[in-house]
Every structure is written in C-alpha cells, then in structure tokens.
C-alpha cells in the first residue's frame, strides 16, 4: 500500500484558552462570558457597507494583527469583572499555541478521522481483509468505533450480487431444460458438469496466481452457460437415440462417439480465442485475465469430465428410474392377482 494519508495530517497552529472555571468565579465570570470577551476581541466585526461620494465601502473593524503577535500579548487581554475590576485574561485562563486539524469531519453529528491509501497491485480484496484484521486488532479508546470503507465495501456488495447471479442462473437453466426435454431427470444429470467446471476455475486461477475477483466470478456466470450447452449437445443425443429403442448403454456410447468431435471442437475454439486476454498487458487485458483464466480452466475440465461423469449420472439415473417404475408395476400385478383371487372364491 502506498500514498497513505489522513484527515489530520494538514494541521495548522491554533491558540486555545482553556479557562479555569474555579478562578473565574473568584471574579464572579463564567467560561462562556470569558471566550466571548477573547473571541470579540480577535474576530473581525463588519460593520456594514457606506457610500461616499458615489464609491461604496466596506466597514470593519479588528484588532491589528501586531498586538496580538505572541502568546503573551493575547494572555495580557484586560477583562472587566462585574465589580468593575480589570484582570488579565492569564489570571484566570491558560493559554497556548497548539497544532489542530484544518477541517473537523463529522458523519451524521459524529466526528470521525479518516485514513486513506492507494493499493499497489491488483489483489485489492486480499489486501483490505488483510487491513481490517489489522484494524480490528488495534486496541482503541472507549467510546471510538472502527469502520472500512471505500474499495472493500464495493467489493462485498459486488460479490454478494454475482453470487446471487450465479445462483439464480442456475435454477433458470435448469427450469428450461425441464421444459425443454420435458422431465426432471435429464436435465439433472447435465448439472452435475458444474461443480466440475467450477474446479477447472478455481485451478486456473491458483496456476495463474490470479486473486477471486468480480472479472472472476463473471467468468464462472458465463462457464454455467458454456459447459451446460456441452453437456445438452450429449443428453439430447442420447434422448433421440433411447426413443429409437436403444438400451441406456448403447446409447450413451453411440452419442459419446458422435458427439464427441463438435464438444471438443467448441471448448477448444472457446479456450484459443481466449489466450490474447491471459498474455495481453494492457490494462484491459489485466482486468479481464480473471474471467479469462477461469472460462479457460473450467472448459478443460468439464469438457473432459463431462464425457465420463455425466454419462454414468444419467445411466445411475435411468437405471434408478427403470427399477422404480419395475416395482410399481409388480406391485400393481400383485394388487390385481389379489383383487382377482379374492372375486373368484365362493
């Protein structure tokens, strides 16, 4: 982190009086009547505006800057009590040069100080967690809070939304796929190619030493819709070749070889168009190295995995499906034969 800076760190010199109310009401004044007297004495009054032969001027009157050069001359100020006496405004107040911020920052009549810095590199939401630990174990005063703000809180927001996004994407892909192969099961079996993409990023991004970020989990929201079109481009084969009347197993191996070369075929283009964005410097090609480096690693993955598990989850499925139906069928046999044995006695 560079370019550190706070809400203090443009002071400027500031006399204070701090005015001791004890020996004060030995002269029968108040601290209020004591800063108001010093305050008349050292603000500029404006009088009001006057012309004079035709030109306008501005009236005021102050306290000329050389009579109140030093700290003593401003401690020698004469205050009348009400008794009429005339004291010195040492007697009863002490005072002293002192540095003071520029400006007080309040939020919502609170003050606060605020500490700000720039991040050097791109692992922004690695260095603010790493900040707020920090921050949290600093020991402070009672009564002063700790709070972050800034890049950290954009970057919270940003991830709890894509986070959502990538759920949502979820479910209204699969709620399409039911209505298009028009059961449940199917369209189960494609989802299980997820998680696997969901490996292939994450492994990219450790091979590439890339941090999570909102470019990184855009590219997880694309991987939903590129892995599972693979995925549908097999099970919709294999629907075709069940309703032509073959077996699970022959159909998962005959639409695994046809459809083998277009799948690969289509991550593989996908990938290749791909490597300009994970070896370009500039800055775009930086920001969006994230999201390319997940597409990338998630392709490879689930394109080598969905061949072999999404197959063995749709037949686990269908067979699953088969002996479902297998008994429920024996057990309306069974239902019937009693019904027919019970009408044929006498």
């Known amino acids: 982190m560079g370019n550190i800076k706070d809400s203090f760190g443009d002071l400027k010199r500031e006399v204070q009086v701090l005015v001791d109310p004890a020996k004060a009401r030995l002269y029968g004044l108040t601290t209020a009547f004591v800063l108001e007297t010093v305050n008349s004495w050292i603000t500029e009054v404006k009088l009001g505006d006057i012309t ?10 102050k306290v000329d800057a050389s009579h109140l050069g030093s700290i ?12 009429g006496r005339t004291i010195s405004l040492r007697d009863i107040a002490e005072v002293r040069e002192i540095n003071a911020p520029s400006s007080i920052e309040r939020d919502q009549q609170r ?9 050097d590199g791109n692992d922004v939401g690695g260095v603010s967690s790493r900040a707020a630990e920090q921050l949290r174990a600093l020991p402070l005063p009672d009564g002063v809070e700790r709070e972050l703000k800034g890049a950290q ?3 919270e927001e940003a991830f709890s939304d894509m986070i959502a996004a990538i759920v949502s994407a979820v479910f209204i892909v699969y709620l399409v796929m039911v209505l298009t192969f028009g059961n449940a099961s199917s369209p189960f079996a494609i989802l299980f190619s997820l998680p696997f993409a969901a490996i292939g990023g994450f492994l990219g991004m450790v091979i590439a030493r890339e ?22 481009v097999l099970v919709d084969r294999v ?9 699970v197993r022959e159909a998962l191996v005959e639409a695994g070889v046809t459809r083998l070369r277009p799948i690969i075929m289509t991550a593989g283009a996908t990938i290749i168009a791909l490597i300009p964005l ?6 775009g090609a930086i920001i969006s190295k994230g999201l390319a480096v997940v597409v990338m690693g998630g392709l490879t993955t689930s394109t080598l995995l969905t061949l072999v598990v999404v197959p063995a989850i749709y037949e686990w499925i269908a067979n ?24 044929l006695e006498p």
């Open 52 to 61: 004079f032969e035709g030109v306008e001027y501005s009236m005021r009157v």
């Open 72 to 83: 003593g001359r401003i401690s020698a100020l004469q205050l009348k009590t009400p008794t």
């Open 111 to 119: 003050r606060y100080v605020s500490i700000t810095a720039d991040v």
């Open 153 to 155: 809180i954009d970057i």
């Open 211 to 232: 941090a999570i970020s909102v470019t990184s989990l855009i590219g997880f929201l694309m991987l939903i819709g590129i892995v599972v079109t693979n995925a549908i």
């Open 239 to 247: 629907e075709q070749l069940r309703h032509d009347g073959m077996t």
């Open 278 to 283: 994970v070896l370009g410097e500039s800055g």
């Open 320 to 343: 699953a499906l088969e002996k479902m139906q297998g008994r429920k069928r024996l057990s309306k046999l069974q239902r019937l034969a009693a019904e027919s044995n019970a009408t």
